[in-house]
C-alpha cells in the first residue's frame, strides 16, 4: 500500500506560519489530483484545499486567503503554507493522493 509521509508540523502562536510537505514515494503514477484535510477529535474530517490534474487549487472557505498549497512535481511533493494561523486551525493535517494517505500531522495553534 502506497504510504505518503508528512512533515512540517508543529506549535506556534495565532498569527504564525507553518509549512506542511507531504512527499509520494516513487511508485505512485501521479501526485495529482490531491487533497489536504484536517481532523479534530470528535469532529469529522475537514477538507482544506484541493489541488486537481490540471493544477487548479480549491480552498475551504475557513483558510482561503491565508492558506496556500502548492506543487513540486519533480520531487513527488506537495506543500501546504499555512499563514495568520488562528487557534480554530489546531487540528492532525493529512494530505491524500488517490488511495494513499500520509500519517497525519500535529498543527497546534496557542492564543
Known amino acids: 500500500q502506497v504510504q505518503l509521509v508528512e512533515s512540517g508540523g508543529g506549535s506556534v502562536q495565532a498569527g504564525g506560519s507553518l509549512r506542511l510537505a507531504c512527499v509520494a514515494p516513487g511508485t505512485i503514477d501521479s501526485i495529482l489530483p490531491m487533497a489536504w484535510y484536517r481532523q479534530v477529535p470528535g469532529k469529522r474530517r475537514e477538507l482544506v484545499a484541493v489541488i486537481t490534474t490540471a493544477g487548479d487549487i480549491k480552498y475551504a472557505e475557513a483558510v482561503k486567503g491565508r492558506f496556500a498549497a502548492s506543487t513540486d512535481i519533480s520531487n513527488l511533493t506537495v506543500y501546504l503554507q499555512m499563514n495568520s494561523l488562528k487557534p480554530e486551525d489546531t487540528a492532525v493535517y493529512l494530505c491524500?493522493?488517490?488511495?494513499?494517505w500520509g500519517q497525519g500531522t500535529q498543527v497546534t495553534v496557542s492564543s
Open positions: 491524500n493522493m488517490q488511495t494513499a
